[in-house]
Each structure stands twice: as structure tokens, then as C-alpha cells.
């Protein structure tokens, strides 16, 4: 079934296409979703990604998009605080365990 629908896909735009694995994806969230996706908009935005992402990379050095990235990141993701002494404590606590 899958492989009907693929073979009967609009024609993409001559700017870019979209891939086999975005098309599977852009199906299953049409029948999960009950939703319809335009696929010329999603190949606008991906376009518009594609070059906002180009402009981002002459604009800037390596080392600044590196920084941009761990900082993006670490905001992104709260980091665990582990308490090491406490962890020694409670392993000595318990002692050997028998053999």
C-alpha cells in the first residue's frame, strides 16, 4: 500500500525534492492526524531553511557557531547535579556485601 502511494506522489518542485524517508513521514502524519500536508510550503520552508542555515555559516566562524551550539544546548538541557559524597557514604554504609 505504501509503495502505491509513493509511486503516485505529486512531483516535487525543481528547487528541491523530498526525500523517500520525508515523504514517509509527511504520510504517516496525514494518517495519524487525520491532517493535509501541502507539499509545496513544506519544500518553500525547507528551502528557506537550507539558506538561512547557508547565510548563518558564511556569516560566522567555526569557533562561534561551536559557542552558539553548546550554548543553545545548555539551556536546552537541564544538567543533573550528582552528589558524590553522598554516594560514598551510603556504599560505605552498607559495608561488604557477603560472599
Known amino acids: ?3 502505491r502511494i509513493i509511486r503516485k506522489r505529486r512531483p ?3 528547487l528541491t525534492g523530498i526525500s523517500l524517508e520525508e515523504e514517509l513521514a509527511l ?3 496525514e494518517l495519524m492526524y487525520g491532517l493535509r500536508v501541502n507539499r509545496e510550503a513544506y519544500l518553500r520552508r525547507k528551502v528557506d531553511e537550507r539558506n538561512e542555515m547557508a547565510t ?3 556569516e560566522q566562524d567555526p569557533a562561534g ?11 536546552a ?3 543533573a547535579v ?3 559524597e553522598s554516594r560514598r557514604r551510603s ?3 552498607q559495608g561488604p556485601e557477603p560472599a
Do not use: F, H, K, N
Request: aromatic fraction near 0%; glycine fraction near 4%; hydrophobic fraction near 45%.
Open 56 to 58: 548563518r555559516m558564511r
Open 27 to 29: 504520510i504517516r502524519v
Open 1 to 3: 500500500m505504501i509503495r
Open 12 to 14: 516535487a518542485p525543481a
Open 82 to 84: 550528582v552528589d558524590l
Open 91 to 93: 556504599r560505605s554504609s
Open 77 to 79: 538541557v537541564q544538567p
Open 65 to 75: 557557531m561551536l559557542a552558539e551550539l553548546r550554548g543553545s544546548l545548555e539551556r
